[in-house]
Nanobody, 115 residues
Framework: QVQLVESGGGLVQPGGSLRLSCAAS????????MGWYRQAPGKQRELVAA???????NYADSVKDRFAISRDNAKNTVYLQMNSLKPEDTAVYYC?????????WGQGTQVTVAS
């Protein structure tokens, strides 16, 4: 079993920055991919960014050049640096971690971009 703890959400003005973190804990697991999804009110959950164990990354077109995903394999932690935030980035952000057996979701952290 894997437990995920997210942190770093909050309220920020347009153009501002936030950094999300997600730490995985447990025993007997090997993480393959890690990623961030988001869900805005009335919308489906969507992929924001993902990173493989090798370090290769994948981003949604809407966040390319603004967001950066990274991971620390020793700490089983994934980060999402969000810059130049826009009101349309407002959503609940969920961490997702995939092992070779199954995927796990974090509890979600609210990001609100408003002036």
């Amino acid at each position: 079993q894997v437990q995920l703890v997210e942190s770093g959400g909050g309220l920020v003005q347009p153009g501002g920055s936030l950094r999300l973190s997600c730490a995985a804990s447990g025993s007997g697991f090997v993480i393959a991919s890690m990623g961030w999804y988001r869900q805005a009110p009335g919308k489906q959950r969507e992929l924001v960014a993902a990173i493989a164990r090798t370090g290769s990354t994948n981003y949604a077109d809407s966040v390319k050049d603004r967001f950066a995903i990274s991971r620390d394999n020793a700490k089983n932690t994934v980060y999402l640096q969000m810059n130049s935030l826009k009101p349309e980035d407002t959503a609940v952000y969920y961490c997702n971690v995939a092992t070779i057996l199954r995927g796990y979701w974090g509890q979600g952290t609210q990001v609100t971009v408003a002036s």
